[in-house]
């Protein structure tokens, strides 16, 4: 049976820091907001253990003690949160209508931070050998290889945080890139140089993930993209990072995006939809930090705000 929930003046889908922080704004500034976590409560960030570059935090900061403490605050001052994942939006209001499985929840003002989800190969075999081998979450799978041989794919920050970390546990680590020059910053690149356990593939694909469901993943195959030769490398494990896909399916057909699926914003975190804001990396290809997702989460709660006392001064 469909339960529809008394509205609220700002639902907020998400909760990693754009969420979060639009979540502090709008509690303090009265608009009592929901926050629907979705399937990754925390966001990205509870992935990772070291992040260095979040301002306040001198010695550092594990990623799921950072995000549980945003929670904290949004909770201090009366934020509501809900566990779920949106399945569908209706985005012709206000009222604007959110899913949750059988349940509806209603909003004056809506802000959309549901981020972005790692990208895979598209081989055919890796969601088979998911879980058996190939994971895109070191953080979460790296204990379970100790001493073994890995393959981290991708040349970004993320790859080579990986690899970092991996080398905590697996005896050598590979990183296989597409080109000869990495994107990662500067430090990151210096660290993995660094680590005699990691070694490099450059312009190098997986071309196949050798390995079965029952005995998990035994290789990869690498393809050489300026000679076209291919070899085989043994390896344990698999970890994909090659970036991220921003998670706007919902809002197809609904909003404004650019080629890349992401949502196009104007003046701040204003969609196409007024009432409806966006921030984080749902919206943002370019910088993709954690800063800059928590400030245009405190935009998004701002200009949400802003909306709302407007509607209210048309009424009165
Ligand atoms: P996300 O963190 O992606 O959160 C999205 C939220 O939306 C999640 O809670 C998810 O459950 C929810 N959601 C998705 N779909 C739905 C739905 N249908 N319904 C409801 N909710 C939904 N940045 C740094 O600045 N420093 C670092 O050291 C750093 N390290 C990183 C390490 C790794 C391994 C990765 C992957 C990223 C790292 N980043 C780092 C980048 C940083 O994590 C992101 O820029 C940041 O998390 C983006 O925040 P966000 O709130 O926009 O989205
Ligand atoms: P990214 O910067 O987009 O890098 C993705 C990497 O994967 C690139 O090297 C790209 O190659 C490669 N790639 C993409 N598609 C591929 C494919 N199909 N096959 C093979 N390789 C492919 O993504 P990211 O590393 O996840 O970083 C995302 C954001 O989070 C960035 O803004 C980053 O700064 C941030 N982040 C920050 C930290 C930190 O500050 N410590 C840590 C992690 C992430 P090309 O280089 O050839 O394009």
């Given at each position: 049976?469909t339960t529809v929930h008394e509205a609220h003046d700002t639902i907020i889908l998400g909760s990693g820091p754009a969420g979060?922080?639009?979540?502090?704004?709008?509690?303090?500034?009265?608009?009592?907001?929901?926050?629907?976590?979705?399937?990754?409560?925390?966001?990205?960030?509870?992935?990772?253990?070291?992040?260095?570059?979040?301002?306040?935090?001198?010695?550092?900061?594990?990623?799921?003690?950072?995000?549980?403490?945003?929670?904290?605050?949004?909770?201090?001052?009366?934020?509501?949160?809900?566990?779920?994942?949106?399945?569908?939006?209706?985005?012709?209001?206000?009222?604007?209508?959110?899913?949750?499985?059988?349940?509806?929840?209603?909003?004056?003002?809506?802000?959309?931070?549901?981020?972005?989800?790692?990208?895979?190969?598209?081989?055919?075999?890796?969601?088979?050998?998911?879980?058996?081998?190939?994971?895109?979450?070191?953080?979460?799978?790296?204990?379970?290889?100790?001493?073994?041989?890995?393959?981290?794919?991708?040349?970004?920050?993320?790859?080579?945080?990986?690899?970092?970390?991996?080398?905590?546990?697996?005896?050598?680590?590979?990183?296989?890139?597409?080109?000869?020059?990495?994107?990662?910053?500067?430090?990151?690149?210096?660290?993995?140089?660094?680590?005699?356990?990691?070694?490099?593939?450059?312009?190098?694909?997986?071309?196949?993930?050798?390995?079965?469901?029952?005995?998990?993943?035994?290789?990869?195959?690498?393809?050489?993209?300026?000679?076209g030769q291919e070899e085989e490398l043994a390896c344990d494990g698999v970890f994909i990072a090659i970036g991220h896909t921003?998670?706007?399916?919902?809002?197809?057909?609904?909003?404004?995006?650019?080629?890349?699926?992401?949502?196009?914003?104007?003046?701040?975190?204003?969609?196409?939809?007024?009432?409806?804001?966006?921030?984080?990396?749902?919206?943002?290809?370019?910088?993709?930090?954690?800063?800059?997702?928590?400030?245009?989460?405190?935009?998004?709660?701002?200009?949400?705000?802003?909306?709302?006392?407007?509607?209210?001064?048309?009424?009165?």
């Amino acid at each position: 049976m469909t339960t529809v929930h008394e509205a609220h003046d700002t639902i907020i889908l998400g909760s990693g820091p754009a969420g979060l922080t639009a979540a502090i704004y709008a509690a303090r500034g009265n608009c009592c907001p929901l926050v629907i976590h979705g399937s990754q409560p925390g966001g990205q960030l509870t992935t990772t253990t070291d992040i260095d570059n979040f301002p306040g935090f001198p010695e550092g900061i594990d990623g799921p003690t950072l995000m549980q403490q945003m929670e904290d605050q949004a909770r201090r001052f009366g934020t509501a949160f809900v566990q779920g994942e949106v399945t569908r939006v209706d985005l012709e209001g206000p009222p604007f209508r959110v899913w949750v499985e059988d349940e509806i929840y209603l909003c004056t003002s809506l802000v959309i931070a549901t981020g972005a989800s790692p990208r895979m190969l598209g081989l055919p075999n890796e969601w088979d050998l998911y879980g058996r081998g190939v994971s895109v979450c070191a953080t979460c799978d790296g204990f379970f290889y100790k001493e073994k041989e890995l393959v981290v794919v991708g040349g970004g920050d993320t790859a080579l945080e990986e690899a970092a970390f991996l080398t905590r546990f697996a005896r050598r680590v590979t990183v296989v890139h597409r080109r000869d020059t990495l994107r990662a910053s500067p430090p990151l690149q210096k660290r993995a140089r660094e680590n005699e356990r990691i070694g490099f593939r450059w312009n190098s694909v997986v071309s196949a993930i050798l390995g079965d469901k029952e005995a998990g993943v035994r290789g990869v195959r690498l393809k050489h993209l300026q000679n076209g030769q291919e070899e085989e490398l043994a390896c344990d494990g698999v970890f994909i990072a090659i970036g991220h896909t921003p998670n706007t399916a919902l809002f197809e057909g609904k909003l404004e995006m650019d080629e890349g699926g992401y949502l196009v914003t104007r003046n701040g975190t204003e969609t196409s939809v007024p009432g409806v804001f966006a921030a984080g990396d749902v919206q943002d290809h370019q910088f993709r930090q954690a800063i800059t997702a928590a400030g245009s989460g405190c935009m998004a709660a701002m200009q949400a705000e802003r909306y709302l006392e407007t509607l209210q001064q048309a009424k009165s």
